[in-house]
């Protein structure tokens, strides 16, 4: 198994940042530990570029739009087209990484964390070749344009997922990019920036510069040469670009929290809403933040689901990330750690019912930031486990007596990134979906679609990724009127 950090080393990217198609020297000199999530260990250092940096970064991306723009749609998927073949040819290096960077079972990173990610560029290849950026309105032409220089700052809980969702389209509109990935699982993100190089995308039409949100991510959303800054974070983040964004008057794209309900309705196969819930709610140990964190089910029906639900962590097996047998790793970082713990201890506190699970590591791990998967019943919607998004293997049981009631649970939130509705009437649960305050609904655990807009209502953000729509997000609409005879 080849190691992403002594490839990264050998190659000479640990301490580079990319920049203008080169690998450059930052000019700041702070430098921040990368470390093992399984271990607590020091994987590698990695450097902490500053505001002198972004602007090297984005002055690269303001020359390179001038030809990028300009370059045809066939260019521009043929080069996503060779993004994306590389990015499978090196899946397993990719998910190395992820398991190294940020726990991800290696199981889980080859089957899920890069496959999705690839789906992500060729989605955006796909739709690039037969969208139309020039449509007729009368004697009107309604064109679509790249917006420019566009900042994207991206999380530690799906790193390459996140980031390909976000250039892949940017990318296709004809935009460039200034990347700043978390410091705290930077690795993919240095081998992603080999995939786009040795893609042959031209210089300054991608650069990367690692840092903190406070340094890098602040400087990118209050540049005047960024045309658009998206972010995915948490809310508390997003309202930060937001402000820091305001001055320039540019756009800001945010997808951020969620507290996701998931409505079993009185008619649901029981076994299998349950068991796929608790699997959905636990996915990625539990860091999604669309993961439907909050089942909302018949209380009739409740001593069934308790039952259900706790068989269901049956089948986890926390452990090493590198270990084929394990299904879930630990949580990617001491922070997130000690937050998971936090809450886990309020819902105690606040007396839900604890099924399973609890504070601490699990049997047997010493070290490592492994948590204890955990479900709550008997949850009100007042409770803190059931309000604040937790990022963390923990799932929330609310009961109700009517549907209209399970309605006013699954919106009882400052949220509305996901929902999951399940049942056997398919006319009930489309009226169920239609109320619900979100930018996605889920009726009995439907494949993914790489195709399906993905973002907020309410705190959860604004604008869309994935799809046609996500490519439209960094495009401006121009109207030219007289156009047409």
């Excluded at 190395?96 to 992500?120: D, K, Q």
């Excluded at 969702?165 to 460039?176: I, S, W």
């Excluded at 490592?368 to 293997?393: C, H, K, L, N, W």
């Amino acid at each position: 198994m080849s190691s992403p950090v002594r490839h990264l080393a050998q190659a000479g990217r640990l301490d580079r940042f990319f920049i203008g198609g080169e690998w450059v020297v930052p000019q700041g000199t702070d430098r921040i530990a990368v470390i093992s999530p399984s271990t607590e260990t020091a994987l590698c250092e990695i450097p902490l570029g500053s505001a002198h940096d972004v602007d090297r970064a984005v002055h690269a991306a303001r020359i390179a739009f001038q030809t990028w723009s300009a370059t045809s749609p066939q260019a521009r998927a043929a080069l996503l087209n060779n993004v994306h073949a590389l990015l499978l040819e090196r899946a397993e290096l990719f998910a190395t990484a992820l398991a190294a960077e940020m726990g991800a079972p290696i199981s889980y990173a080859r089957a899920a964390h890069v496959p999705l990610a690839a789906e992500h560029i060729r989605v955006a290849r796909d739709n690039l070749a037969s969208y139309p950026f020039r449509t007729q309105r009368g004697t009107t032409a309604i064109t679509r344009e790249p917006i420019g220089v566009c900042g994207l700052i991206t999380p530690w809980n799906w790193p390459i997922y996140q980031i390909t969702a976000k250039v892949g389209p940017a990318l296709a509109a004809g935009c460039t990019v200034v990347l700043k990935p978390s410091e705290l699982s930077p690795l993919s993100a240095l081998l992603f920036a080999e995939v786009i190089a040795d893609a042959g995308i031209p210089a300054g039409v991608f650069n990367l510069v690692s840092g903190s949100g406070a340094e890098v991510g602040a400087s990118l959303a209050s540049h005047p040469e960024v045309d658009m800054v998206s972010i995915t974070g948490s809310t508390r983040a997003g309202v930060l670009v937001a402000q820091a964004a305001a001055p320039t008057v540019k756009r800001v794209a945010q997808e951020l929290g969620g507290k996701s309900p998931n409505i079993v309705l009185p008619d649901a196969d029981l076994p299998r809403a349950v068991s796929m819930g608790v699997a959905g709610a636990f996915r990625n140990m539990g860091q999604s933040c669309s993961a439907p964190t909050r089942m909302i089910v018949p209380r009739a029906a409740l001593q069934q689901v308790e039952a259900l639900a706790v068989a269901a962590t049956e089948h986890i097996v926390v452990g090493d990330p590198f270990t084929q047998a394990t299904t879930h790793g630990p949580l990617a970082n001491r922070a997130q750690f000690d937050r998971v713990q936090h809450m886990i201890e309020a819902g105690i506190d606040e007396q839900a019912k604890l099924l399973t699970g609890g504070p601490g590591r699990p049997s047997g791990f010493g070290a490592g930031f492994y948590a204890r998967p955990t479900i709550f019943s008997e949850v009100r919607t007042d409770m803190t486990i059931a309000q604040q998004e937790i990022f963390g293997p923990v799932l929330a049981i609310l009961p109700y007596d009517t549907v209209e009631e399970a309605i006013t649970i699954a919106n009882d939130t400052v949220y509305g990134l996901g929902a999951h509705v399940q049942g056997t009437d398919k006319e009930v649960m489309r009226a169920v979906a239609a109320r619900i305050r979100s930018g996605q609904v889920h009726l009995n655990y439907p494949a993914w679609d790489p195709q399906a807009p993905f973002g907020g209502y309410k705190q959860s953000g604004n604008g869309r990724e994935y799809g046609v729509e996500g490519m439209e997000e960094y495009m401006e609409v121009k109207s030219i009127l007289g156009f047409y005879d």
